[in-house]
């Protein structure tokens, strides 16, 4: 059974810093693209960022700010937010897609920035 787990999301304030992680189970991690989306309140789902261990893509709304990364032996991915806004504030998913399976999605994890 496939499993994405994230942790890491809280409430911060503008300009601090958070570190997402997402640890998966179940699938052969080295073959998925990793990905990071957002869903604020009212608004679609978004890409934030994705990783593949060939190359890494950035919304322009975070490029500069905030950093993808994958640990494959630890089947995990990470996402290091800094300059954090205000409009960073939403449910952070995490995202395991390949080809021959299709894609798999944690259940979220929330974060807010406000002062």
């Known amino acids: 059974q496939v499993q994405l787990v994230e942790s890491g999301g809280g409430l911060v304030q503008p300009g601090e810093s958070l570190r997402l992680s997402c640890a998966t189970s179940g699938l052969s991690f080295n073959f998925y693209r990793m990905g990071w989306y957002r869903q604020a309140p009212g608004k679609e789902r978004e890409l934030v960022a994705l990783i593949t261990s060939g190359y890494t893509r950035y919304a322009d709304s975070v490029k500069g700010r905030f950093t993808i990364s994958r640990d494959d032996a630890k089947s995990t991915v990470y996402l290091d937010m800094n300059s954090l806004k205000p409009e960073d504030t939403a449910v952070y998913y995490c995202?395991?897609?390949?080809?021959?399976?299709?894609?798999?999605w944690g259940r979220g994890t929330q974060v807010t920035v406000s002062s």
């Open positions: 995202n395991a897609y390949s080809l021959p399976t299709g894609e798999f």
